[in-house]
């Protein structure tokens, strides 16, 4: 069966051995035998689910959360993605790169719109898709859910067509907040990738100012 119920009530999860898509399933079984002490499954969300910010990335990463089996943990993305939670009081402890550092989000959850390492890290609009029903699943066993951060376009994209919502009403833009018909707030940002910040695409600076307005939003 490709999927399981875990202990939070109503949220679907992959199993460990999902063959949704058969191209990441694959991928996954190679990284098995090249990697036999990473992760090498779907990677779970990251926080708990009386969160009122969820924030949602691509996928996993080759060598970070598909080898430690949390989301943004081991690369360079995680460095500045929990750096930033850390400076806005949205996590306490110590990130370390690793599933057991001690790192405690407070108020937010973090997750990704394809739980499974891609090729390339490129996911294809059918395994999006595929994985739509674990995003939607996440967003309604959350009953404190106020706001979502968007990393990346696809991201965004992922997130409106979970909600039903037709992309071009509500198109991406780094720093954009879209106010959404059920309520939620949907914030934007380009994704905190080391590509993206070595071309000059994003800035601390420029991350920090679309958490700072998110915890204005949210007192």
């Known amino acids: ?85 850390s400076e806005f009081g949205l ?29 390339e890290n490129k996911p294809t609009g059918i395994e999006v898709k595929a994985c739509r029903r674990f995003l939607e699943s996440e967003i309604a066993a959350m009953p404190r859910l106020e706001a979502m951060l968007a990393l990346g376009a696809l991201a965004h994209g992922a997130v409106l067509a979970t909600l039903g919502l037709v992309r071009n009403r509500y198109p991406f833009a780094h720093g954009a907040l879209h106010e959404l018909p059920s309520g939620l707030l949907l914030a934007d940002s380009y994704h905190c990738s080391r590509y993206n910040t070595n071309t000059g695409r994003l800035s601390e600076a420029m991350f920090h100012q679309v958490f700072a307005e998110l915890r204005r939003r949210l007192k």
């Open 1 to 85: 069966m490709p999927l399981t119920r875990p202990c939070e009530p109503g949220l679907l999860k992959p199993s460990p051995d999902c063959r949704l898509c058969p191209r990441l399933a694959a991928f996954r079984d190679a990284n098995r035998a090249q990697y036999p002490e990473f992760h090498n499954a779907p990677v779970p969300s990251f926080g708990g689910p009386d969160a009122r910010l969820l924030i949602v990335g691509l996928a996993p990463g080759l060598k970070g959360a598909n080898q430690t089996g949390r989301p943004f943990t081991g690369d360079y993305a995680g460095d500045l993605l929990y750096a930033t939670l």
């Open 91 to 119: 996590a306490e402890g110590s990130y370390q790169r690793r599933r057991d550092d001690g790192l405690r989000l407070v108020g937010c959850r973090v997750t990704n719109a394809v739980r499974c390492v891609p090729p």
